[in-house]
């Protein structure tokens, strides 16, 4: 298994820890570094490739604005860089994250544990699995027999440590961290969720979903990149009969954001991101392909919402999977 390791960063500090500690981890994968600045300003070690705006710029020229700035969604890059490596598996984390003491998982690396979570298969029906049947190979009496395996093909992971939170709700839960027990469930079909984007694993045929939508420098809204990709891939994965799940491995999120500036930035696009969700959860896409269904849920999206930023993401969108090839 080749895998694609893709983390964004404004950081050097950060990163340098960052790739420190997941060096065990990675051995014999790609490591991509989506530097958010107009030049690359720090060396880091032998191995990873370094990107900044001006790869992108020179890259992809006048597409060059659908990989948004002052964001971690500038990470869109790399997933583009990693298309090129046709790897197994790509993994996108956060550079706070680091290695968690407590994965619950058979595995000791990092990487194959969300390797092995792509490779457990979800179901059809929209019934929950009360025995995380990735951690325990059974499910539970009364599961409906009628089920039909499907295909996994992304794996979120979750966080020991600082929690993924909004920012009024930091504010209001200073200090508080989480160890969550060892699970993995499907995401049941029909049901959307909030994907946070610090760790995550696909395999490279959802990647033209996994576009984390245009946010930071220039756009009217922040810090919903990843969830709002979040509502659109999921919506995909079910009317492809695609599985989603959730649980390990986890990560330790150490959080090196501000609670208060996180509130500020995000007070724009809360309103925004409760109207999205209730569009995408009613709507009816159609499409045999990834992109077709891509196409009618944003054409939906922009004529239920309106607007040039709903037109600039279905543009951007269109552009990445042709980019994608």
Known sequence: MRAVIV?????????????????PHFQGHQVIVVEDNP?????LPKGARHVSWKEIDADLGADANIIPRRTDAVRNYGFLLAARERPDMILTLDDDCYPSDAQGTPESNFVEAHWRLLNTPGTDLAV???????VLPVRPRGYPKAARETRTVVNHGLWNGVPDLDGETQLKNEGMRVTFPPHSLQVPPGVLFPMCGMNLSFRPEALPLVYYLPCGQ??????FADIWCGWVLKKVCDHLGWSVRTGVPFVFHSR????????ELESHGMGMNDRLWSLVEKMEITGGTVRECLDSLYRQVTDGIGGDYW??????????CDRLG
């Not at 030049?39 to 060396?43: I, M, P, Q």
């Not at 929950?128 to 990735?134: E, G, H, I, N, R």
């Not at 037109?311 to 990445?320: E, K, L, M, Q, V």
């Open 256 to 263: 090196a954001s501000n609670a208060a500036k996180n509130a």
């Open 218 to 223: 220039g756009q009217p809204y922040h810090r």
């Open 7 to 23: 983390v964004p960063t404004i950081r050097e500090a950060e990163i340098q820890k960052f790739l420190t500690l997941w060096a």
């Open 128 to 134: 929950l699995d009360t025995m995380f049947s990735a």
């Open 311 to 320: 037109a600039h993401c279905s543009r951007s969108a269109r552009i990445f």
């Open 39 to 43: 030049e690359r300003s720090f060396a």
